[in-house]
T-cell receptor, first 116, second 115 residues
């Protein structure tokens, strides 16, 4: 079975400081990994993905994430947070060996709050 | 914005009503999904359609009935719902068989309130 854990319900950072939103996963094989962001009363927006290749993945709005196979983690990072980054962030996984079209499995989400 | 459009954006219905949620994707994808997002709970996968065929039903009550007439359209028919069914219902689509572009794209959601 596939699962995703986001251990923090909320992360608070000051504007200009680096931010990290944590994610660990569990799949039987190798993973495809994703981060999404959700603003109030909106759908989920795709931020970035790890498919293969470099462990450090760069995505939209200056976000990046690092795939760590030994720690089964895919933490989201940004060097300098903006107030406008305040939102709900979801990590998602799909087993690379799963049947094509298998849906993504999401974590419970982490609320990021950036203060000015 | 993302190529996946959901209507209506907001819906209030009584427990004896019948209503339908609509989703349309303009991305040429061949898989579509319904998710339920309730307050303080993880995103729950409800249904999966690949090439118009339902491939997954995650123990969803029969008062929710999906329909996928073609690869661009997905419906969720609702009848005799309960107040606990109030939630944000999200539709998503993705391209099956393309491992490099396997991410799902989401609609804006329908905020459903059952009274």
């Amino acid at each position: 079975a596939q699962s995703v854990a986001q251990p923090e319900d909320q992360v608070n950072v000051a504007e200009g400081n680096p931010l990290t939103v944590k994610c660990t996963y569990s799949v039987s094989g190798n993973p495809y990994l994703f981060w999404y962001v959700q603003y109030p009363n909106r759908g989920l927006q795709f931020l970035l993905k790890y498919i293969t290749g470099d462990n450090l993945v760069k995505g939209s709005y200056g976000f990046e994430a690092e795939f760590n196979k030994s720690q089964t983690s895919f933490h989201l990072k940004k060097p300098s947070a903006l107030v406008s980054d305040s939102a709900l962030y979801f990590c998602a996984v799909r087993d690379r060996g799963s049947q094509a079209g298998t849906a993504l499995i999401f974590g419970k989400g982490t609320t990021l709050s950036v203060s000015s | 914005e993302t190529g996946v459009t959901q209507t209506p954006r907001h819906l209030v219905m009584g427990m004896t009503n019948k209503k339908s949620l609509k989703c349309e994707q303009h991305l040429g994808h061949n898989a579509m999904y319904w998710y339920k997002q309730s307050a303080k709970k993880p995103l729950e996968l409800m249904f999966v359609y690949n090439f118009k065929e339902q491939t997954e039903n995650n123990s969803v009550p029969s008062r929710f009935s999906p329909e996928c007439p073609n690869s661009s359209h997905l419906f969720l028919h609702l009848h005799t719902l309960q107040p606990e069914d109030s939630a944000l219902y999200l539709c998503a689509s993705s391209q099956v068989g393309n491992s490099m572009n396997t991410e799902a794209f989401f609609g804006q959601g329908t905020r459903l309130t059952v009274v």
